[in-house]
């Protein structure tokens, strides 16, 4: 497995959202605007990074015992760092994101590829593996965010593209694009549509019914 | 050197499943995390306290801009914003002395001699510490008072809430309030950001004519000029605020200094 791979590898082919299925939850709240999406996914992306690197770096001296008690440990502190920068220098969206961003803590994705990548490789693909993920959980954000914000209030990033009724356009918003359920409906395309694209993502189901036909001896 | 790292090398190469190197890692990443997490909330301290500073002056010029006809009679007075002046909240009078702009609440509550400890029992606000003094802002026109609003400040359901309270020149009406800065539940506590919300708020009374301070929150509808409808879902943030606005309306808050007003003017 080449460098390259850990980076592209995550965008569809194994993208943490649609194939993973992690980090939903974050997916749903930050994405009712694109300039939230955006925010959200530089930070979870530098963490990631950050992470994947810190916890590889040391993997050979992490007891397995308290792995887990270390890895949050870490991912918790880079997390407060980068809260607290955001504090500092970007005021406006730290309000806008302030409970989200202590919420990468416990986002699935960071603590799933700490576990299952970062403790077993050398800190360079840790790293890039975690760059690439972060990547693909942008990739699906920017897309569900610029659909929601377009289709929800006909603007991107607060700047009106089309006129809405309310303005004497014809365009009239689709107020449960705001709201949480409709991120589900479109990542629930998205991943029919990656599916359906390629088929060898397509799980085997778990149980099967069994039929008369089988019953016979 | 080499004989300072080996017990470090040492302590490496212990197994991984040994129990000095097992709570080692554990008090070592701690410390690491620890002193990571405490130099940039240090460092970065001082901008983020701008940035709240600025919020906090942002949020009461938006509530002079809700008031009816105030930018109006800014513009007639000649000034761009109110007239900050320090209070001696014991007496009640001006502490001329001092210069506004110098004032640092954060230092005066650490300072023993600049600010007093609240018993349990008159401590309704939850904030421990009173300072002796506290900036008020007002607005006047040719030596009558217009508007006072008075900082407020006390403990909500998880957070400590910080409020601008505008009074009018008759010193009980309500012309607005103004939450500057909390951290209650988003979708609860966090509600009384709310416009719909602060909207109740202009036209009450903060005492009745006896002078005692009968302001509170309430359940349900409010049917008296005393009381303003609490948060559903929010009583301890609501209680919070009636609490706060209690004790700053009271002896211990700005009361010696609104009856001052009362009886002497500015």
Known sequence: MSLKHHLISPLIGNNPITLQILGICSALAVTTTLSTAITMSVALTVVLCLSGGVISLMRHHIPPSIRLIIQITIVASIVIVIDQFMQAFMFEMSKRLSIFVGLIVTNCLVLGRAEAFAMRNPVVPSALDGLGNGLGYSLILLIVGTLREFLGTGGLLGVPLVKTVAEGGWFEPLGLMQLAPSAFFILGLMVWLVRVLRPEQVERPEFRLETAEDRRP | ?266
């Open chain 2, 1 to 266: 050197m080499a004989e300072l790292l080996s017990p470090i090398r040492k302590f490496f190469a212990r197994s991984n499943d040994d129990l000095v190197k097992i709570i080692g890692m554990a008090v070592l990443v701690a410390l690491v995390s620890s002193a990571a997490v405490s130099i940039t909330s240090v460092m970065l301290k001082p901008y983020q306290e701008a940035n709240r500073a600025a919020e906090r002056q942002a949020r009461i010029d938006q509530m002079l801009d809700t008031l009816p006809g105030m930018r109006d009679l800014m513009m007639e007075s000649g000034v761009d914003t109110l007239e900050t002046r320090l209070v001696n909240l014991d007496d009640g009078s001006f502490a001329s002395s001092e210069d506004p702009a110098g004032f640092d609440l954060d230092a005066a509550l650490q300072d023993s001699e600049a600010s007093i400890a609240l018993q349990a029992d008159a401590d309704t606000a939850g904030i421990k510490r009173r300072a002796n003094l506290s900036p008020v802002y007002l607005l006047q026109k040719d030596g009558d008072l217009k508007l006072i609003v008075l900082p407020v400040y006390g403990a909500g359901y998880q957070s400590t809430i910080r409020a601008a309270l505008a009074i009018e020149a008759d010193l009980t009406t309500i012309a607005a309030l103004a939450i500057v800065e909390q951290g209650d539940t988003p979708g609860f506590g966090a509600r009384i950001e709310e416009p719909e919300w602060l909207a109740l708020w202009p036209g009450k009374k903060i005492a009745d004519e006896t002078g005692a301070v009968r302001i509170e929150l309430v359940r349900g509808g409010a049917s008296t000029p005393y009381e303003v409808d609490g948060i559903s879902g929010a009583t301890r943030t609501s209680n919070g605020i009636t609490n706060m606005l209690r004790f700053w309306l009271g002896d211990q808050g700005f009361g010696p200094f609104l009856s001052r007003l009362r009886q002497e003017g500015l």
